[in-house]
Structure formats: structure tokens, C-alpha cells
């Protein structure tokens, strides 16, 4: 099931919206990514990024669309795609067939606007680790953007930190983007088991 209004503009304009390392840096922590989930991988923006951080040693990431795949693949290179598993994948509906707790890590990057918000975010809370940590970011509705969902459909942060508390996550931090304007991200965790 494809979300509404899930659209993507050409690559260079859809990267130059983002400075994809600022935002993989500022909503992960190093040493504690090991593995990490990434639901709908666009053209790969920020799975490059993700890719070349040391201390990742794997990415699991999906897509709904071949043709995204595609291009992350190719711009992936061979050194990078070593690490990175691509799948076609209509997560929504289906999951993302990934073990329970098998991720250090996820990002759910402008998404949240779809129909099912709670059922990915439940999905994303069963394949990360107690302790491990979910990524959100989405488009800013207190400013106009040069893109995005309709402001009718686009969720805050606040709501989409409400949805996630609901999915068992707590909040961890509100990090702002010096090279993002027009987006807000989150930073997540899934609460470690009780001893």
C-alpha cells in the first residue's frame, strides 16, 4: 500500500532539501547502531549517509517502489552495498520481515503523514532492541516548505511523538537541524527490559 501524497521529486531536488549526514549524525549515537532499519529508502539519501559511518555494520533497508531500489543500489557502490540489504517490500501492509529486536537503530524519515502512522511505528517498535533507538524526522507545518504533504495530512512533532509514546517508545530528544529548516526530527527509545 502505497501512503498518500508519497510522491518524490527529481534526485538533486530532493537532495537539496536535506544535509543527510547532519541528520543521521544528530538523531543516532554512535556506538549504538550496529544495525540499523530503514523504512523506505527513497533514492537512498540517507542510506549513503548511513553507509558510511564506521561504526555500522549493517542496514537493513525497504521500499515499496523497484525503481527507488534501483537507484540506491547504483549509488550505493560495491563497497557500501556490502553492508546494506535492499528489499521490495510494502512494509505497511506486510512488515518488514525483519527478527523481533533485530535493530540497534531506526529511521522513519518523512513518513508519518501515511494512513497506518501507528501501524508502522508499532512494526519499527517490534524490530528495534530494548534499548535501541528510533530516528523520526519529518516536514515542519509552522512554515511553508518548498515541499511535502498537504499541511491537512502533515503531522507535528508533537503528534508524532504521541503515536510513537503510544507504540512503547519514549521520548529521548528534539534535535534541530542547523542545515534542515524546513524539518524537525526525534530521537526515540524503546525502554530496556526491566531486571
Known amino acids: 500500500m502505497r501512503g498518500r501524497e508519497s510522491g518524490m521529486p527529481i534526485l538533486e531536488q530532493w537532495e537539496s532539501y536535506f544535509d543527510a549526514d547532519e541528520v543521521v549524525r544528530k538523531l543516532s549515537q554512535h556506538g549504538q547502531r550496529d544495525k540499523c532499519v530503514e523504512f523506505g529508502c527513497g533514492y537512498g539519501?540517507?542510506?549513503?549517509?548511513?553507509?558510511?559511518?564506521?561504526?555500522?555494520?549493517?542496514?537493513?533497508?525497504?521500499?515499496?517502489d523497484d525503481e527507488m531500489l534501483k537507484t540506491t543500489a547504483q549509488r550505493l557502490g560495491e563497497r557500501a552495498i556490502a553492508k546494506v540489504t535492499l528489499g521490495?517490500?510494502?512494509?505497511?501492509?506486510?512488515?518488514?520481515?525483519?527478527?523481533?529486536?533485530?535493530?540497534d537503530w531506526g529511521m522513519i524519515f518523512n513518513l508519518?503523514?501515511?494512513?497506518?502512522?501507528?501501524?508502522?511505528?508499532?512494526?519499527a517498535h517490534r524490530v528495534i532492541r530494548p534499548g535501541g533507538t528510533l530516528a523520526i524526522m519529518h516536514w515542519r507545518r509552522d512554515i511553508q516548505t518548498p515541499r511535502g504533504p498537504s499541511m491537512a495530512i502533515r503531522?507535528?512533532?508533537?503528534?508524532?511523538?504521541?503515536?510513537?509514546?503510544?507504540?512503547?517508545?519514549?521520548f529521548e530528544s528534539a534535535p534541530t537541524f542547523?542545515?534542515?529548516?524546513?524539518?524537525?526530527g526525534l530521537k526515540m527509545s524503546r525502554p530496556a527490559k526491566m531486571k
Open 155 to 170: 503531522p507535528s512533532r508533537d503528534q508524532c511523538q504521541s503515536w510513537a509514546e503510544q507504540a512503547g517508545f519514549q
Open 112 to 123: 508519518l503523514h501515511i494512513e497506518a502512522s501507528l501501524d508502522l511505528l508499532a512494526e
Open 88 to 103: 521490495e517490500r510494502d512494509f505497511l501492509a506486510d512488515g518488514c520481515g525483519l527478527p523481533d529486536s533485530w535493530a
Open 178 to 184: 542547523g542545515r534542515n529548516p524546513w524539518h524537525w
Open 45 to 64: 539519501t540517507f542510506t549513503l549517509s548511513v553507509a558510511g559511518l564506521d561504526d555500522v555494520q549493517q542496514i537493513a533497508s525497504f521500499d515499496i
